[in-house]
């Protein structure tokens, strides 16, 4: 039912800046909440940011604050990582994914049923 399309991935140096971009088609989309996991070789997937569809809510793994903005486009059904002060610890892949109802776990894989194919980050030193 739901596609989602990521792009912005590529290589930067520690400092810089990239922006991901999730683009979602399939018919009546409307999640409860869209999120960013990432997941380095060798480690679980681990939540990045979410954020409610329908609202303005945002949520971050303590990680990211003030460094990873979450937005979105809902007229696009676009959803935005803008990723500022990169490290070489944020160097994953990172997956867009969408939950579907409305539980109040956003920070966990197992709430999300649709998975974009995932962009690599690589943060250089």
């Known amino acids: 039912q739901v596609r989602l399309v990521e792009s912005g991935g590529g290589t930067v140096q520690a400092g810089g800046s990239v922006r991901l971009s999730c683009a979602a088609s399939g018919r009546t989309f409307s999640p409860h909440a869209m999120g960013w996991f990432r997941q380095a070789p060798g480690a679980r997937r681990e939540f990045v940011a979410a954020i409610i569809w329908s609202g303005v809510k945002t949520y971050y793994r303590d990680s990211v604050k003030g460094r990873f903005t979450i937005s979105k486009d809902n007229a696009k059904n676009t959803v935005y990582l803008q990723m500022d002060t990169l490290v070489p610890e944020d160097t994953a892949v990172y997956y867009c994914?969408?939950?579907?109802?409305?539980?109040?776990?956003?920070?966990?894989?197992?709430?999300?049923?649709?998975w974009g194919q995932g962009t690599q980050v690589t943060v250089s030193s």
């Open positions: 994914a969408a939950e579907p109802d409305d539980s109040p776990y956003v920070d966990s894989v197992d709430e999300y049923d649709y």
